[in-house]
C-alpha cells in the first residue's frame, strides 16, 4: 500500500488520512464532507505547502486499506508512526469537523472517532471540548 506513496506519509498526509477515514466510514463520502476536507487543506495553517494533488494517492492508501481484513489497524499504524504527537488534537478536531459536516453522525462515524481518540490518545475532557466546538461550527 505504501508503495503508492513515494516516501512515508507526512503529518500533513497522516491528517488527510484520517479525514478521509472518517468520510468513508459510513460507506458513504458525501459533497459536505469532501468540501470540509478540500477546505481544511486549502486554509488551514498545518496545509501550508502541502501538494493537495497528495489527497487522491493518500485517499487511494485509506480505500485499500478499508478493503483489508485489519486495515483500520494499519491505517493506525501508519498514522501512529507518521504523526508527530503535537498534531494529535489537531486530527481528531479535524476529524470531527468531517463527521459533523453533512449534519448528521453515523453510527459507524461515531465509532471511529472512538477509536480515533484512543490510538491518539486524546484526553477525554480535551476530546468533549473538540467535539463540542465541532457541533457549534456545524449546527444548522
Keep these: ?27 458513504t463520502i458525501r459533497t459536505a464532507e ?5 477546505t481544511a487543506v486549502n486554509m ?3 496545509f501550508s505547502g502541502y501538494d ?7 485517499s487511494q492508501i485509506v480505500f485499500d486499506l478499508f478493503e483489508q481484513e485489519d486495515g483500520l489497524d494499519a491505517l493506525f499504524g501508519l498514522i501512529r508512526v507518521n504523526l508527530p ?5 489537531t486530527a481528531y478536531a479535524l476529524a470531527c469537523d468531517v463527521a ?8 459507524t462515524e461515531l465509532r471511529l472517532l472512538e477509536e ?5 490518545n486524546i484526553d477525554r475532557l480535551h476530546a468533549a471540548a473538540i467535539e463540542r466546538g465541532s457541533r457549534a461550527r456545524h449546527v444548522v
Design 1 to 27: 500500500m505504501t508503495d503508492q506513496i513515494p516516501h512515508p506519509m507526512s503529518p500533513q498526509d497522516c491528517l488527510v488520512a484520517i479525514m478521509v477515514a472518517v468520510s468513508a466510514s459510513d460507506e
Design 34 to 38: 469532501l468540501v470540509k476536507i478540500e
Design 44 to 46: 488551514l495553517p498545518v
Design 52 to 58: 493537495i494533488d497528495r489527497t487522491r494517492r493518500v
Design 85 to 89: 504527537e503535537r498534531l494529535n488534537e
Design 100 to 107: 459533523a459536516a453533512d449534519g448528521s453522525l453515523a453510527e
Design 116 to 120: 480515533i481518540r484512543y490510538e491518539l
